[in-house]
């Protein structure tokens, strides 16, 4: 008797199988797209076919991080994943893991592994990255003598600085002769001198610039000892050479602003500063020429000079003020002598003489108020208002005086 089995019995057996073949595990598969769809919850669905066939594919939104493009019909890709079977409805489809433009595939994954590589061997790394200096006088450009890009960059350059030299070294920059050709343009430029240099070209495909993404061409600009300005393709293009150069610029124009410095900027600013400075300056001396004023008012009136005829006039007064003192007290003094002298003149014995008194002395010269001290015959002298005279006592008589009561 035959066995039956059952329908998801062989759907189970066909996925088993599906899954035990190691070569349906990673599988890079290139066709048409079809049927796009971008689901609400962030899967993408599409149908991969060619002229021979058709397959289902299915991308989860967990994986989209690393589509870099977006899918519309008609574009070819190759798509990297699983074939595998849904088991509930017995089909088998494609589970993308990476999508990739077709003809970009391959050349991606160059892209990544060298990459990696250099990432490893520390030609990325940030502290051999050398500053772009910011007063250049002669600028080497590597890229095609045609086209848009150099003369972006004479133009650019020309505007911002006309002074600064540009020297082109006509390279190849596209097409197998092109990272030699860069490369010989990078050293030709080291040797000659210049104090910055820009390497790039102007947009196009993956192929178009992956003289970029060679590796001779990394390690050219790594050992440059010039800094280098890479410009390559638009501002969503990212090369090998953008990760190993001092310094990215987004286009050729940008490479050009960022490689020379705009020369009526500086002057506008050498302007103000000077103006600033001239500015500061008269301020400073404004400020100065008052503390002059204020320590010449201090020291004038601090100055010993000053102090002096200070002085002196506090002297002059104190002269005048005693001058003034002793000539009123001599005047007082004065007068109080001449009532001194008036009273004195009035009690003078010459005075008492001129109004006919006498004054009377023995022969000692001593005063006699009294008869009882003189006798008959001593010799007397007499004081009159004009002389004396010497008399002789012959005789003398006492009387009593009545007092007034």
């Known amino acids: 008797m035959k066995h039956i089995y059952t329908v998801g019995q062989v759907n189970s057996y066909i996925k088993n199988m599906f899954t035990q073949d190691f070569l349906l595990q990673s599988i890079l598969v290139k066709g048409e797209v079809s049927n796009c769809k971008y689901h609400s919850s962030g899967h993408l669905y599409f149908t991969l076919k060619d002229e021979r066939g058709a397959i289902a594919c299915v991308m989860f939104a967990g994986n989209r991080g690393g589509l ?9 890709v190759v798509v990297t994943g699983t074939v595998d079977v849904y088991e509930r409805d017995g089909k088998y489809q494609l589970y993308a893991r990476e999508i990739a433009l077709d003809g970009a595939g391959l050349l991606y994954e160059r892209y990544e592994r060298l990459k990696q590589k250099l990432l490893e061997q520390g030609l990325f790394a940030p502290e051999y990255k050398r500053p772009i200096p910011r007063f250049i006088r002669r600028l080497g450009v590597v890229t095609a003598p045609t086209g848009a890009a150099v003369r972006d960059i004479i133009n650019i350059a020309s505007r911002r600085n006309p002074y600064v030299q540009i020297v082109l070294y006509p390279a190849i920059v596209q097409g197998d002769q092109a990272p030699a050709s860069i490369v ?21 495909s993956i192929e178009d610039l992956w003289a970029f993404n060679e590796e001779i061409v990394a390690q050219a600009i790594f050992d440059c000892s010039v800094p280098v300005i890479s410009a390559v393709g638009h501002e969503t293009d990212t090369t090998i050479a953008d990760y190993v150069a001092d310094l990215r610029a987004p286009t050729p124009s940008a490479a050009a602003e960022l490689a020379v410095y705009d020369y009526s900027l500086l002057q506008a600013q050498l302007d103000e500063a000077g103006a600033g400075l001239v500015r500061r300056m008269k301020q400073k001396l404004a ?12 020291l004038q009136h601090l100055s010993p000079l000053g102090r002096i005829r200070e002085k002196r006039t506090w002297l002059a007064q104190l002269s005048d003020r005693l001058s003034r003192g002793m000539e009123d007290r001599i005047d007082g003094r004065r007068h109080q002598l001449a009532l001194c002298a008036e009273r004195l003149n009035g009690l003078s014995p010459l005075q008492k003489l001129s109004q006919g008194f006498s004054h009377v002395a023995d022969g000692e010269g ?40």
């Open 68 to 76: 870099k493009f977006h899918m519309q019909e008609g574009q070819q």
């Open 184 to 204: 010989n343009g990078i050293r030709a430029l080291e040797r000659l001198g210049v104090d910055a240099m820009i390497v790039g070209r102007g947009g196009g």
């Open 287 to 298: 400020l100065q020429r008052m503390r002059m004023e204020t320590c010449r008012i201090r």
């Open 366 to 405: 001593r005063t006699v108020t009294d008869i009882g001290t003189v006798r008959i015959g001593d010799l007397l002298t007499i004081h009159m208002k004009n002389g004396r005279v010497t008399a002789q006592v012959k005789e003398k008589e006492a009387w009593q005086w009545k007092k007034e009561s």
